[in-house]
């Protein structure tokens, strides 16, 4: 019985084998369903250690996020090359912002994030079950981007809460994921809350998934993923009539950042 099990089994697993290699849509399916088995897997086992450490919603409870997603890239083959994390090295709180390309921006995430840094991220992922669990007890800001008038409040507080509080917030200013190769025009919302809480910009960019991950293409290989903290951009004096202006600059830095590492032309 136990060795028709096992034949059973290395049936399955070849037949699979075989059906990676001849069909992209399989491959790619079966990769991104490993790597949503991973992120419900992980966040199990990391919420009842951050309830049990840190007992609640606490962004201290990132330490124990971050060290258990930082594994992924091991199972999936994604390598990170990672310059200027000097630049995180600064005191006080400060505005985050980075690109946004796919759901495995996580593990990106993960790989650089400083202590004590919030993340801005859309109400839906509270209801992902073990995952929304988990971001909750990160103490991840969440926002209503259906409604302006709610997301401005929230952004307020926010303000409020890094001030008080001492802590970096993480936004992605193109709103959603856009995995083409280059940047979305940025909202303004992480410009207004930098001039606002009278904090710096950090920009941070990551090399373009497209060589190794494209949903459009059904594809998902391993790959390497390069990563540059840039220098931070002041708002000191800065006013709400500047906001245009900074988010512009920070739009233009970040862009040629990208093709840069992506060796792509600009």
């Not at 959603?176 to 909202?187: I, Q, V």
Request: hydrophobic fraction near 45%; include cysteine; aromatic fraction near 10%.
């Amino acid at each position: 019985m136990e060795l028709g099990w096992l034949l059973w089994g290395a049936g399955v697993l070849l037949l699979l084998h075989v059906l990676m290699e001849l069909s992209p849509a399989v491959n790619f399916a079966l990769r991104i369903g490993f790597y949503c088995l991973l992120c419900v897997v992980g966040s199990a086992l990391a919420a009842p250690v951050c309830l049990l450490v840190n007992g609640g919603r606490t962004v201290k409870n990132m330490r124990i996020i971050k060290t258990v997603v930082k594994t992924f890239k091991y199972f999936l083959g994604v390598r990170f090359e990672v310059k200027g994390l000097e630049n995180f090295e600064m005191e006080g709180p400060a505005i985050i912002v980075s690109n946004h390309q796919s759901i495995l921006d996580m593990m990106g995430l993960m790989e650089v994030l400083p202590d004590d840094c919030v993340q801005v991220g859309k109400k839906e992922l509270m209801y992902a079950g073990t995952v929304g669990l988990i971001i909750y007890l990160g103490g991840v800001i969440f926002i209503n981007r259906k409604s302006t008038t709610s997301a401005k409040m929230v952004m307020a507080e926010v303000a409020k809460t890094m001030a008080a509080d001492n802590v970096k917030v993480w936004v992605y200013p193109e709103g959603t994921r856009n995995c083409t190769g280059d940047l979305l025009p940025f909202k303004k919302g992480a410009f207004h809350l930098a001039v606002q809480a009278q904090v710096p910009v950090i920009p941070v960019v990551y090399s373009s998934f497209t060589t190794f991950y494209n949903p459009k293409k059904n594809l998902f290989t391993s790959g390497k993923i390069k990563v540059e903290v840039l220098p931070a951009i002041e708002t000191k004096g800065l006013t709400s009539g500047d906001v245009s202006d900074l988010t512009d600059r920070c739009f233009r830095t970040m862009r040629e950042t990208l093709f840069r590492l992506s060796g792509c032309p600009s």
